[in-house]
C-alpha cells in the first residue's frame, strides 16, 4: 500500500511539474494586462508604462494592453492587481505612492504591499528637487535652514496633497534640519507650482520632470536634489545630502510588479525581456525624455527596497503625525 500511494503522489508531483513547466514555457499565450493606477497622461508614470507595454509587445509576441484604473491615490488599481489571479496575465505598473507610502498614510487600503505583490523589476526613478519661490533670500540648503529657524512657521511649503511625495518631502527636512515649515496641500501639483511662482508659497519639493524647465529658465531656484548623487540630468544642482542632510533622500520610481505567488519562472521571464528592454538605445533615450533616470533592480533587489521604503515612510508619517482626511 506505501508502495503504491508512493507511487500515486510521485505521478501527481511529475504531473503538476509539467504542467508549470508546460504554462512557463508557452507564456504568454495570450495579451497581458497592464494596469496603470492612474488616469491616461496624468503623470510620468503612465508615459513610462505606455513605453514600456509597446515595447514588452514587440519582445514577447504578445499583445500588452494599458488599462488605466485611477483612484484613491493609485490603491485602487493596485488593489485589482493584488487580487487578480498570479498568472502573469495582470501586472501593475507600481508606483512608490501605492505601495511604499499608502500603507502607512491610509487607515485601511485593499492589499499588503509586502504579502500581496511579487516584484518583478523595478525600472527607472524620477528624481526629486527642492526649490524655492525667487522672492525667498535663500541659495542653499544651509541658508534655507537657516531662515527657517530664524522665523519659525513664516515658511510654507506646498504638496500635491496630504501622504504624497511632496508633502513627505518636506516634513522629512523639518524632521532631520529640525525646522518648522507649514505644510499646504494642494489636490494636484500644477496649482501647487503656479503658487509657488507668484510667490504665496516659498519653498516646494517635486520631481524634476515638472519643474525642469521652470529651472532652466530662472522661474524658480533650486535648493539642491533629493537624491543621494546628483542628477544626470540637471548634474549643477548639488544634493541636499552633500549640502549637509546626510541620507537625504525622497524620489519616486516606476517598476512592474505581479500578484503574489507568480510561478517563479514567469518573473523570471518577465524580468529578463524587461532588463534587455532597458538596456536599448530607445529605451534609455525614452525614459531620459520623460525626466527620469533608468534605474534597473531584479526581483528580489526590487523586494528589498519596496520593504525598506515601506519602514522608512512609516516612520516619517509616524513621526510627524501625518493623516489622511
Not at 542632510?245 to 521571464?269: D, H, M, Y
Not at 528592454?277 to 519596496?306: C, H, N, R, S, Y
Amino acid at each position: 500500500m506505501k508502495q503504491l500511494v508512493s507511487l500515486v503522489f510521485g505521478i501527481v508531483s511529475l504531473t503538476i511539474g509539467a504542467t508549470v513547466h508546460a504554462q512557463t514555457e508557452v507564456y504568454p499565450s495570450r495579451p497581458i494586462r497592464l494596469i496603470v493606477p492612474f488616469s491616461p497622461g496624468s503623470s510620468t508614470n503612465d508615459i513610462l508604462g505606455r513605453g514600456l507595454a509597446q515595447r514588452m509587445t514587440l519582445a514577447l509576441g504578445q499583445q500588452v494592453v494599458v488599462d488605466n484604473r485611477a483612484g484613491a491615490g493609485g490603491t485602487s488599481g493596485s488593489e485589482i492587481v493584488a487580487k487578480a489571479p498570479p498568472d502573469g496575465y495582470t501586472l501593475l505598473v507600481a508606483i512608490a505612492g501605492p505601495l511604499t507610502v499608502a500603507p502607512a498614510v491610509y487607515k485601511q487600503i485593499g492589499y499588503d504591499a509586502t504579502r500581496d505583490f511579487a516584484a518583478v523589476a523595478r525600472i527607472a526613478i524620477i528624481p526629486y528637487v527642492m526649490v524655492v519661490t525667487n522672492s525667498l533670500p535663500a541659495q542653499n540648503v544651509k541658508e534655507l535652514i537657516a531662515l527657517a529657524k530664524a522665523k519659525p512657521r513664516s515658511i510654507n511649503f506646498a504638496s500635491s496633497g496630504v501622504g504624497s511625495s511632496p508633502h513627505l518631502c518636506g516634513e522629512l527636512f523639518n524632521t532631520v534640519a529640525a525646522t518648522d515649515m507649514v505644510h499646504v496641500p494642494y489636490k494636484g501639483a500644477g496649482v501647487a507650482t503656479t503658487d509657488v511662482l507668484s510667490g504665496q508659497i516659498q519653498m516646494f519639493c517635486s520631481g524634476l520632470t515638472a519643474l525642469n524647465a521652470l529651472i532652466k529658465a530662472g522661474r524658480m531656484r533650486p535648493i539642491g536634489m533629493a537624491t543621494l548623487k546628483r542628477s544626470a540630468l540637471m548634474p549643477d544642482i548639488p544634493t541636499i545630502n552633500e549640502q549637509g542632510l546626510k541620507n537625504f533622500e525622497v524620489t519616486s520610481w516606476t517598476g512592474i510588479v505581479a500578484p503574489a505567488k507568480t510561478p517563479r519562472a514567469i518573473v523570471q521571464k518577465l524580468y529578463g525581456t524587461l532588463a534587455k528592454i532597458t538596456q536599448t538605445d530607445d529605451m534609455k533615450t525614452f525614459v531620459q525624455q520623460q525626466g527620469a533616470e533608468m534605474a534597473l533592480l531584479d526581483p528580489e533587489a526590487f523586494a528589498a527596497d519596496i520593504k525598506s521604503d515601506i519602514a522608512k515612510w512609516a516612520k516619517l508619517v509616524k513621526a510627524a503625525k501625518i493623516q489622511t482626511e
